[in-house]
């Protein structure tokens, strides 16, 4: 073990790293689920097609691929990542499509009444989803999204795998240095966990945030 | 870059290897799923705190680290204990047991669903344990439970191109493999997202047929 601490400039590297990947993916993906969870609602047939086949594109294939087909594939058609924001684009695009269906199914659960209640009100549509409908459905989402972000720190690990030096591909590098195996990797797992651990309680901590006040209802039950 | 056909058409049969491997992986990767996802979705159902506690936590820890680094542990870690597996049965491995974690929340919700009566009724007819899971228990907890486990059956079939990361020779690192010696990535690794498309998406449309399906039985 004592081999493997000796490592730790890299070990924090890649966990800095792998934070990176984690936040900057989140960001993009809150975006891209924002953006084609409403165009899946939106009005108009075409925008509706546009955002389906993007989110059959990514949730139909594997992640891996997307990756590979970001890093390898696009510079071939004259379209330049370096890795590390190949694997942000990848993650983001990838999560993002799962957190689409996210945004429309909270965004459709907002009860009719709100819809009607906004029409009264003389709200344009801008203003009615501002104002009304979107702040209701960030509470549902929340849970969900949270499940989400820990699928995508996993997902980054397999960013390691377009060499961009995360916490996976530094412990590779240990292993091929020190010859230990079950160190370095249970090391990362840990590390893994405990990133996850943290972000579960921020995400825990959020849904408290949002729900204070809305929770009267659901009270009075138990 | 062009579009090259010799490449997409020389490419396809180490794809066709390659696929039927992908599909072995998953069929095995989630029977095992189910088998102990069932198994720990009985066990936390345990009378014993420590049990539940412990097995919390190991669950958590399976599904809070990446599938890709329990690859690399049962991999490379395991034949320094004298341990050497084949590398297709260490991702096989890796995969029912990661996502065992997720199918067990699948049969923990669908095993709670059964009303309480039931299992009185069972207690009441003097069933013994066997007997109550058996005759009484599963046959209703089984249905509603198939959508959500056919939806992780697509999610560990698009899992299984972490298995080239051990050298395993599915789908994707086939692909890989001709990439990287005729150096074209264009042609292979567009056809293997086709062929990911091709199989997930009506898949996808199946599972969403057996929801609507069992929704109907259960409103009917």
Request: overall charge positive; aromatic content about 12%.
């Amino acid at each position: 073990m004592n081999e493997v601490i000796e490592f730790y400039p890299i070990l924090i590297k890649g966990t800095i790293t792998t934070i990176q990947l984690t936040v900057l993916g989140a960001i993009l993906a809150l975006i891209v689920s924002f953006i084609v969870g409403l165009a899946r609602i939106s009005s108009f047939a075409a925008i509706r097609v546009i955002a389906i086949v993007y989110l059959e594109f990514f949730r139909g294939s594997s992640a891996l691929v997307q990756m590979f087909f970001i890093y390898f594939v696009l510079p071939m058609w004259g379209i330049y990542f370096d890795a590390l924001t190949a694997g942000v684009v990848a993650c983001g695009l990838n999560v993002g499509a799962y957190g689409s269906e996210v945004v429309r199914g909270a965004v459709l659960a907002v009860g009719k009444e709100q819809h009607e209640a906004s029409k009264a009100l003389n709200y344009s549509i801008y203003k009615k989803y501002r104002y009304v409908i979107i702040p209701q459905a960030i509470p549902i989402m929340i849970p969900t999204f949270g499940n989400l972000l820990i699928e995508l720190l996993k997902l980054t690990a397999v960013a390691s795998l377009i060499t961009i030096s995360d916490l996976t591909f530094m412990a590779q590098i240990i292993r091929v240095q020190t010859a230990l195996t079950l160190e370095p990797f249970l090391l990362i797992l840990i590390i893994y966990f405990i990133i996850a651990t943290i972000l579960v309680q921020i995400v825990d901590l959020i849904a408290k945030k949002f729900s204070k006040g809305r929770n009267i209802m659901t009270a009075g039950d138990k | 870059m062009e579009w090259n056909w010799d490449h997409a058409y020389a490419v396809l049969p180490q794809l066709g290897d390659g696929l039927i491997v992908t599909i072995q992986a998953t069929i095995v990767a989630s029977l095992l799923a189910y088998i102990l996802g069932l198994g720990i979705a009985i066990l936390k159902m345990s009378k014993s705190k420590l049990t539940r506690v412990l097995l919390h936590w190991v669950t958590e820890f399976v599904r809070r680290t990446p599938i890709l680094v329990q690859l690399y542990v049962v991999f490379y870690v395991l034949p320094d204990f004298g341990i050497f597996l084949e590398a297709f049965t260490c991702g096989v491995i890796v995969l029912g047991i990661h996502f065992s974690t997720y199918t067990s929340e699948v049969f923990r919700a669908g095993i709670e669903n059964v009303p309480k009566g039931q299992w009185e009724a069972a207690k009441s007819l003097n069933y013994n344990p066997l007997q109550t899971w058996k005759n009484v228990i599963l046959p209703q907890a089984i249905p509603p439970m198939i959508p959500p486990l056919a939806n992780y059956l697509i999610t560990m079939f698009k899992e299984t191109p972490l298995l080239a990361a051990i050298t395993v020779v599915e789908l994707f690192r086939a692909a890989d493999q001709y990439s990287n010696s005729h150096y074209t990535y264009l042609e292979p690794m567009t056809l293997v997202g086709v062929f990911f498309l091709i199989v997930s998406i009506p898949s996808a449309m199946l599972a969403m047929k057996l929801e609507k399906k069992f929704k109907q039985a259960k409103t009917a």
